[in-house]
């Protein structure tokens, strides 16, 4: 039923072209109807579709496609190389402060792995750059967010700051940030709550928090099999804190992940890292040309 | 009101606001065909009254013939009713329960709940908080003990003290896991075991902002456990979770809640008519009104 690949998608039109000398614009044409489709149905977000068959439309229709004797191949290799340079090109490295404590805010809807990923991210930290990160347990409204970073901290023997649940949060990350300096940790790591674009009032809260030191990074959390809602999100969250970058989340799922396309369209932000698992370990770098055939299905 | 043409650029408007409520392409051009049939049918010419043949089309649709099922299975002359919340990470399962819980209560039955979820960081103290915020017992054993065990546990208290209802909270967990789906369906087990025709409810829980993976997930949660109902959750921000019309129509599972937020009232029963509706009604007004602009 779903998530047939492009290559699959396009085998129709492939038999057609097959017994026919030239590509014709009508073909290409129909091609890009498998494009979008495929591109709707991994999740894309429908208006960064139109965008994206325009241009390979366009590149498509030129010279490349039209003389090839493997027209399908042609069309694919365009997608997937303009999917990739849209995603990003390059790996995106996570950028420190050289006034140290390195702020970093994690941030995003309900559910998103926000509390997980701050535990992968400060074991990142301390195994790969040498770091001593603080985890902040700046969410005082879901019940046991506190516990649950706690348990991490524990599982990784790394502190965790916490101040329990009747302070505000902007206290507790202000707090955190002077103990960082005190007790010399040169990152600290802010868990927030999950919260919607459209709340206001909380949206306000992590201006706050924003404001007590600028951010090294901000980093959107985005689950992976979120659909077309994605680019509202995206864009409501780095129109109101300022996003540095993006961590996409549960991609060890099968889903394709279109999201990623959406939300590199519309904040231009880059995607620094994936979620892999649940355990602590499960984090690792994101590769813009793995994503696109992914979202391909190849 | 304001009126247009139901014309070609009517039908394109319309199929985009649909892909946009995640509704899926097959949904998409079910409707579009049933709908250009019906226009044609009865000679609409204009907007007026169009809506309300959209919304019946995809209760159409969504309902496939079958009657509506949105009450839940409840085992009469204070027989136990257990019911199993199944579903992938972070969506929703354990605050569904809280409110489930609250709601039972508040219609004057007794509830219980079992903190099934032994794996996440902290998902047992979230449910014990759930528990005291609704005056509810929860069983629980340590982080790291077998789940089925658990529910073992859980099925004898809830029997011994003759509650009505027994809630049982799982982990998260994505449908491609083999192992971990194979640990779901002995949880399952365990509780069937106990007490036959139990779980009576398996409700799979679904965020609304999901994508069209969520069509997967049903279906493999269904191999696994059965599940006899969706709660689709988080539809208070702006995603709709419209896959759950093709959840339903392909793999006849019907949405019986939708959670509205994060507080304890924050669960209603679904209304099939209402949600069709809130799929592209404002959409399309906001067309309109920028036509007229
Ligand atoms: N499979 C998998 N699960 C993940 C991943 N990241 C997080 N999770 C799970 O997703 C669920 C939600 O994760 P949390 O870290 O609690 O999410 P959150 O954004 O902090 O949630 P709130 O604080 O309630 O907004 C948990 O069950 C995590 O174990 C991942 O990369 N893969
Ligand atoms: N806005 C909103 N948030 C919700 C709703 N339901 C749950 N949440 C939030 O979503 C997040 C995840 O909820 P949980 O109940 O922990 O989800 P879960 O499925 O039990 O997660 P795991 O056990 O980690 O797989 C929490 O922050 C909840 O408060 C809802 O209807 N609306
Ligand atoms: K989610
Ligand atoms: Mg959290
Ligand atoms: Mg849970």
Redesign the pocket.
């Known amino acids: 039923m779903a998530f047939e690949g492009l290559a699959e998608r396009l085998q129709g039109t492939i038999q057609k072209i097959k017994g026919k000398g030239k590509v014709s614009e009508q073909d290409v044409k129909e091609m890009m109807r498998e494009v979008r489709f495929a591109l709707i149905e991994a999740d894309v977000n429908l208006k960064v579709v139109k965008e994206f068959v325009k241009k390979v439309s366009e590149r498509a229709v030129g010279i490349d496609v039209m003389k090839s004797l493997t027209p399908g191949q042609q069309v694919i290799k365009i997608v997937q190389d303009e999917l990739t340079t849209l995603m990003g090109g390059e790996q995106s490295p996570i950028k420190f402060s050289n006034r140290p404590p390195t702020v970093i805010m994690?941030v995003?809807?309900?559910?998103?792995?926000?509390?997980?990923?701050?535990?992968?991210l400060a074991n990142v930290l301390r195994k790969k750059y040498n770091k001593k990160p603080l985890l902040v347990a700046a969410?005082v409204y879901?019940p046991a967010?506190v516990q649950?970073l706690q348990t991490l901290g524990k599982q990784l023997s790394l502190p965790v700051f916490a101040l329990g649940t009747d302070i505000s949060p902007v206290e507790i990350a202000r707090q955190a940030i002077e103990h960082a300096k005190e007790e010399h940790h040169d990152v600290v790591l802010i868990?927030?709550?999950?919260?919607l674009h459209i709340d206001e009032q909380l949206m306000q809260e992590l201006k706050d928090i924003r404001a007590l030191k600028e951010p090294d990074e901000v980093f959107l959390?985005v689950?992976?099999m979120t659909g077309q809602d994605a680019v509202n999100v995206a864009q409501s969250f780095n129109e109101a804190v300022g996003i540095t970058g993006v961590v996409l989340?549960?991609?060890?799922?099968d889903t394709r992940g279109g999201a990623a396309l959406s939300i590199r369209a519309v904040t231009e932000k880059p995607i620094k890292f994936?979620?892999?698992?649940?355990k602590m370990d499960?984090?690792e770098p994101f590769y813009p040309d793995r994503m696109a055939s992914r979202i391909l299905g190849m | 009101a304001r009126y247009r043409k139901v014309d070609e650029d009517f039908f394109e408007e319309l199929e985009e606001l649909l892909l946009q409520a995640d509704v899926g392409f097959e949904t998409v051009m079910d409707l579009m065909d049933k709908l250009r049939y019906e226009v044609q049918r009865q000679n609409i010419k204009d907007t007026n009254g169009i809506q309300a043949i959209i919304s019946e089309k995809l209760v159409e649709i969504y309902e496939s013939g079958e009657e509506n099922l949105t009450g839940l299975n409840m085992q009469q002359n204070g027989d136990l009713t257990v019911i199993l919340f199944v579903g992938?990470?972070?969506v929703g399962k354990t605050t569904t329960i809280g409110k489930l819980a609250h709601r039972l209560k508040s219609e004057g039955k007794s509830v219980m709940l079992a903190a099934g979820d032994t794996?996440?960081?902290?998902?047992i103290d979230q449910l014990q908080v759930w528990g005291e915020r609704v005056g509810v017992e929860v069983i629980a054993q340590s982080e790291g003990s077998d789940p089925a065990a658990v529910m073992y546990d859980a099925v004898r208290a809830a029997k011994n003290r003759g509650v009505d209802v027994l809630i049982c909270d799982t982990?998260?967990?994505?449908q491609n896991?083999v192992n971990l789906m194979n640990e779901l369906e002995k949880v399952h087990r365990v509780i069937s075991r106990e007490i036959p025709n139990a779980p009576h409810e398996v409700l799979l829980a679904l965020d609304a902002t999901t994508g069209q993976n969520a069509l997967v997930q049903a279906q493999m949660f269904k191999e696994a456990t059965n599940v006899t109902g969706i709660v689709l959750t988080k539809l208070d921000g702006t995603a709709k979770g419209g896959i759950v019309l093709a959840i339903r129509n392909k793999l006849h599972i019907p949405v019986k809640f939708v959670g509205l937020g994060e507080k304890m009232d924050d669960l209603q029963p679904f209304d099939a008519e209402r949600y069709v509706y809130g799929l592209f009604a404002d959409g399309l007004e906001k067309e309109l009104k920028e036509i007229e602009d």
């Open positions: 994690m995003g809807l309900q559910g998103a792995g926000k509390t997980t990923t701050t535990g992968k969410d879901r967010a649950q868990d927030t709550a999950g919260r959390v689950d992976s989340t549960k991609l060890d799922g994936v979620g892999m698992g649940e499960a984090l | 992938v990470n972070g794996f996440r960081a902290g998902a982990a998260g967990r994505l896991k």
